[in-house]
């Protein structure tokens, strides 16, 4: 059974992914989330008592405590859906974005990265870092056409901006360090099942 560290898990995406792989089984999943108001704990109601599913209400931004959740629970992989959302939000208060969606991307990418490295070599080739970014990194697109991975990124807003830099830290740190990481671009108009399955095989 693969276990997975999936923050932000009570968030509308996030809750969905958390609840279709356990519907799906053979995961474990620890689900760390700092219930703001982008968080909803019913939406886990159904987990109650279950004990492939652990819900902690935590920041990913405080070091210990992802490095804590790391040792103690040992994950296949992380999914990162943890963000501040939501255009408007993000122009009334732009800090905040930068601190959740950048400082702290760059918190749980270091902290994952010390723990990968100490994986055995034949876990390490076995974990992932999913980052959960968005599509308004690439801009506006107006009433027709898409975009596409080849798509110049041109965020527009302080949100889209802040999932942009944490885009390319993921990115960065992959290179840099060699940590494996992927980054799927998606919608709030997307559900949970558009991800694509081989990103993280359960």
Known sequence: MKTLLVTGGAGFIGGNFVLDA??????????????TYAGNRDTLASLEGRSEHVFVHGDIGDAALVRRLLAEHRPDAVV????ESHVDRSID???????????????????????WRELPLERQDGFRFLHVSTDEVYGSLGPVGRFSEETAYA???????SKAASDHLVRAFH???????????????YGPYQFPEKLIPL
Do not use: K, M
Request: hydrophobic share 40%.
């Open 22 to 35: 356990l519907a799906r089984g053979g995961a474990r999943i620890v689900n760390l989330d700092a219930l």
């Open 80 to 83: 990162n859906f943890a963000a």
């Open 93 to 115: 208060g732009p800090a905040a974005f930068v601190q959740t969606n950048v400082v702290g991307t760059l918190n749980l990418l270091e902290c994952t990265l010390g723990y």
């Open 155 to 161: 965020p527009n807003s302080p949100y889209s901006a």
């Open 175 to 189: 290179h840099t360090y060699g940590l494996p990481t992927l980054t799927t671009n998606c919608s709030n108009n």
